[in-house]
């Protein structure tokens, strides 16, 4: 089964390209689909640049909502094709560069039939500028509505098929879509594994730019928990 990658991307300048590059080279994908979520940068130019296929929102609409506009893309892309075939889905992280070239074991259950969802678990440390608070709240969410533990509960990239994809949506908002992803497909009675993976991306700062981003992340989080009681 062909593999197409979507990229929720703002604000990737610096990466973009070299990400792109890096999934288009992996087993089986046949397309990259970038979803620029309202960059004031050049993100959009640079992933066209390296090959993808280019979505563009005029404003931020969240991660959850790119997630959503990307697999929409490959779902057109699918029909256009007209062979019936509906491609897996690997969500990669916009700022992952050379390091997505090893992103492939995440499609190797998918595509075996053993696991209907994957979930990365990076092998490399990545220096983290906050406490934890919002991967804990993901993680005891998760645990409490379904009774699994992950070990990455927030991880962004991730393997499903179609079937899955659709069996979530709507997503959870903004950066809740994860947590939300992992309860829903749990809930019913789909496969959910984690695959150690040698990707990184980068370390996370400290200033106040940093912090804003983790404040949206727990309210995100908070709000996806909150729904699924």
Known sequence: MPVAVVIPARNEADRIQATVTAALGLPDVGLVVVVDDGSRDTTAVRAEKAGAAVMRYARNRGKGAAMETGAEAVRLLDQQDGDGASRHLLFLDADLGETASRAGPLVEPVAAGTADMTIAVFTATVKLG?????????????????????????????????????????????????TGLTIDLLRKGMRVTEVEVDLAHRATGTDLRAQLHRARQLADVARALATRR
């Open 130 to 178: 906050g406490h934890g608070m919002v991967v804990g709240l993901s993680g005891a969410g998760i645990r409490r509505a379904t009774g699994w533990q992950p070990r990455q509960p927030l991880n962004g990239q991730r393997c499903l098929t179609r079937a899955a994809f659709e069996a979530a949506r709507p997503l959870a908002y903004g950066f809740g879509a994860e």
